[in-house]
């Protein structure tokens, strides 16, 4: 852990600050139960500092860390150019790679001017909002009918694709997709079957309106099993869909919730798996968010889950 510190934000005393932990390392940590310690005890909390790169300037903040459990609990006021410099010295870095680890530098600022008896008026407590979201316009009651009269049937098996061949999926089916079809856009049948659910006429497939918090692959199919055990929304068949089944989903234009789907699923998956794997390796999402799809290692940084199920 390195030297402890205390810092006071508001009315409270964080007693000690976690020097070793990382963003790269909390899913591991706290997701996947596989990263440096497994972590028993749900109510635990720890605190970092990192850098949020996200906005139109990085920004220094201290994180609360649990297991299923993340809240920015405040923004340090740190001089610009020190932020700044540590983000630079990352490199080239994925797109959706934008939190990063402090470097000694800010370690050292921190210590010098904020932490223990420093400067309180650097430390900006951000308050835990309770947020409801916005689902849209209510969508017609699903009557029951597998489809309404236009149904088409999409792949649907779990396969290993390479890259020419997803871009041949998605132009053979006018996904939209940022990168590949620009132009692309397919049209969904949307029905509301409870408050759970969403069904799609067209597909004859029901999804999840809103779906599972991050994990790795493995963690996602433990949750699988668990879902179709408790029977969600009454069903026991829930599975991954397949990139044709997720990519169907995608709008061509981001709602008001900054996300390419019908504002009647959550915007809290905003990648998701699916069940195809990459040839030759990593695992296929699709990102409702840049509106794309996209591959990467199955467990950092993972992805979230809608599980969809055919209704025959």
């Known amino acids: 852990m390195g030297e402890f510190h205390k810092i006071k934000v508001g009315d409270t005393i964080i007693n000690s600050i976690d020097w070793e932990m990382t963003p790269e390392l909390t899913f591991g940590t706290y997701e996947s139960w596989g990263g440096r310690e497994r972590v028993r005890n749900n109510d635990e909390r720890i605190h970092y500092f990192f850098i949020d790169n996200w906005g139109e300037r990085p920004k220094l903040c201290l994180m609360e860390r649990g297991v299923k459990h993340a809240r920015i609990v405040a923004e340090i006021d740190a001089p610009e150019d020190l932020v700044k410099r540590c983000v630079q010295n990352q490199g080239e870095v994925a797109f959706y790679d934008r939190t990063f680890a402090i470097d000694e530098r800010i370690r050292t600022w921190l210590i010098d001017h904020v932490l223990d008896d420093g400067d309180q008026s650097l430390v900006n407590p951000l308050e835990e909002a309770v947020v409801h979201e916005d689902m849209g316009r209510a969508l017609p009651v699903w009557d029951g009918k597998r489809d309404a009269g236009d149904l088409v049937e999409l792949p649907a098996e779990p396969l290993e694709l390479s890259d020419e061949e997803v871009l041949e999926l998605i132009r053979k089916w006018n996904f939209y997709d940022d990168e590949r079809n620009p132009g692309g856009s397919f049209v969904n049948h949307l029905h509301r079957h409870d408050r759970q659910t969403v069904v799609d006429q067209r597909t004859g497939l029901m999804w999840q309106q809103a779906g599972h918090d991050i994990s790795s692959i493995r963690s996602m199919a433990r949750s699988i099993v668990e879902l179709n055990e408790q029977g969600f929304s009454g069903y026991h068949d829930w599975r991954l869909p397949s990139i ?69």
């Open 244 to 312: 044709a089944e997720a990519m169907s989903l995608m709008e061509p234009q981001a709602n008001d919730k900054d996300i390419h789907l019908n504002t009647n699923f959550s915007k809290e998956q905003p990648f998701i798996f699916t069940s195809a794997q990459r040839r030759p390796s990593g695992y296929w999402f699709v990102d409702y968010k840049q509106g794309r799809l996209f591959w990467s290692s199955g467990t950092i940084p993972g992805g979230f889950g809608r599980l969809c199920r055919s209704l025959s």
